[in-house]
């Protein structure tokens, strides 16, 4: 089994920036596709980023194009979510989530096409 636990949340305020990261411990999830979803109150869970399995291709949430930037380290087991210029609109809790697969260059951006899931790190944005 794998857990997937997340870190690197906070409250900040308009423009400045980010860095959410992912450990996954218990089994590796380096056969994983990762991506990275959010939850803002009373609204349903929106995918944000996902990345392959290599590493190779990514995949936004047009609204944080240009500004959200995914990566992993399977060396570390580690997926991160890089998060520049914030707006108010990115105050969510966002959550981690790894797919198996043997796909190598394959994204998934709908949660339940999902596996695993971390327990969720709050990010506020003030104005």
């Known amino acids: 089994q794998v857990q997937l636990v997340e870190a690197g949340g906070g409250l900040v305020q308009v423009g400045a920036s980010l860095r959410l990261s992912c450990v996954a411990s218990g089994r590796t999830c380096s056969n994983c596709a990762l991506g990275w979803f959010r939850q803002a109150p009373g609204k349903e869970r929106e995918f944000v980023a996902a990345i392959s399995r290599n590493g190779v291709n990514v995949y936004y949430l047009d609204s944080v194009k240009g500004r959200f930037t995914i990566a992993r380290d399977n060396a570390e087991n580690t997926v991160y979510l890089q998060m520049d210029s914030l707006k108010p609109e990115d105050t969510a809790v966002y959550y981690c989530?790894?797919?198996?697969?043997?796909?190598?260059?394959?994204?998934?951006?709908?949660?339940?096409?999902?596996?695993?899931w971390g327990q969720g790190t709050q990010v506020a944005v003030s104005s």
């Open positions: 989530a790894g797919r198996p697969t043997s796909l190598g260059y394959s994204i998934w951006r709908k949660a339940d096409e999902y596996t695993y």
